[in-house]
């Protein structure tokens, strides 16, 4: 798909490239970090979901199966057309899945829910993914338990279908031209959308070439987006602080119609 952020494009496709630099090791946010800084501890220990509380009829019970998944982030709407949607999220005690943020208010595609997605249609993709295993932003870390690389000038997210590196975050050495085209998205000129940002799972294994890349959680930009999710960037940093990828987070996206089927 189309990238997320604002009207910014790039011309091309890049090589290879894996995160070297990104670390894994807790530590303090820097206040001058690097480019890749190492994750650190979020403050999610202020969230207690309650002994007490008992599974109800809410979305997240409606949902078939969530696998090994104890945190869960449902983003739901009323049609499938809509561009306004809300999320919540949801953390497993025990037996049941309690609330622990939310509902807030969120966008999605321009043209709303699909559960045909494909490269440039505007919609966002219906389905259960996973949470990718690195964060990204333009700010320096926020708090947050994964990997976290801090964006450079270089760093693209290939959104061209007839690229072998096609749905993949890629770095180019600044201003050379990559070798992908297409609505291929340079990341760290998208500094509204991408103060930070997370990676939803869609479309990786296997990657199917043309049926969309480039699908984030991300900041508010002032309207619907190209298929992403954005949220208010305070509502958007305590979603990522919280998220923990020794909880397999499962990212569960559509119209409130269709959650009996995920």
């Not at 025990?94 to 609330?99: I, L, P, R, T």
């Not at 690389?149 to 975050?169: A, I, K, M, R």
Request: glycine residues 10%; aromatic residues 10%.
């Amino acid at each position: 798909m189309a990238a997320c952020g604002s009207v910014t494009r790039g011309t091309t496709a890049t090589p290879k490239t894996n995160h070297p630099s990104v670390t894994t090791a807790l530590a303090p946010v820097p206040a001058a970090p690097p480019s890749v800084v190492s994750s650190t501890v979020a403050r999610s220990a202020h969230v207690h979901p309650t002994a007490s509380a008992a599974c109800g009829s809410n979305v997240a019970e409606r949902l078939v199966s969530t696998g090994q998944a104890t945190q869960l982030v449902v983003v739901d709407a009323t049609t499938y057309t809509t561009t306004y949607a809300q999320l919540t999220v949801w953390q497993r005690h025990g037996s049941c899945w309690v609330a622990v943020f939310g509902p807030w208010s969120a966008r999605i595609g321009a043209a709303g829910f699909s559960d045909h997605h494909v490269e440039g249609d505007g919609t966002t993709p219906t389905g259960d993914y996973h949470i990718g295993p690195v964060m990204y932003g333009n700010a320096p870390n926020p708090g947050v338990q994964y990997p976290y690389h801090q964006l450079v000038c270089g760093d693209w997210w290939d959104e061209d279908p007839s690229s072998p590196e096609y749905n993949t975050f890629q770095h180019v050495p600044c201003g050379e031209t990559p070798p992908f085209g297409r609505d291929s998205e340079a990341l760290w000129q998208e500094t509204a959308a991408y103060p930070s940002f997370a990676v939803v799972d869609y479309n990786t294994s296997p990657m199917v070439p043309g049926a969309g890349s480039g699908i984030f959680i991300h900041a508010d930009a002032g309207g619907p987006t190209t298929g992403c999710v954005s949220l208010p960037l305070d509502e958007l940093d305590e979603l990522l602080r919280w998220l923990n990828p020794a909880a397999a987070p499962l990212v569960v996206m559509g119209p409130d119609s269709e959650f009996t089927k995920f």
